[in-house]
C-alpha cells in the first residue's frame, strides 16, 4: 500500500506555483445580439415544430387505434 501522505506531499510539491498557473483574460469576446436571438427563434422552431410532430404522430396513432386514448375518462 502507497504512503497516501507522501503522495499528497508529492503531488503538493510538484504543482507549478500559482502565479505560473493562473492566467488574466483581458476581454472575453462579446456576443452579437443577432448571434443570440438567431440561436433563440433557432431553439423556438425547432420546439415548436417538435411539438407539431409529436401531436400528428400521437393523433395518427389515435385515429388508427393502435394506442387507445380515451380522452373522456381523463
Request: net charge positive; no cysteine; charged share 20%.
Amino acid at each position: 500500500m502507497p504512503d497516501f501522505e507522501a503522495l499528497i506531499r508529492h503531488q503538493q510539491l510538484k504543482q507549478p506555483n500559482t502565479n505560473k498557473r493562473l492566467k488574466i483574460v483581458d476581454n472575453a469576446p462579446k456576443e452579437d445580439s443577432s448571434v443570440s436571438g438567431l440561436k433563440l427563434s433557432t431553439y423556438f422552431l425547432t420546439g415548436f415544430f417538435g411539438a407539431l410532430i409529436g401531436a400528428g404522430t400521437i393523433l395518427f396513432l389515435d385515429i388508427n387505434q393502435i394506442i387507445p386514448l380515451d380522452f373522456l375518462k381523463l
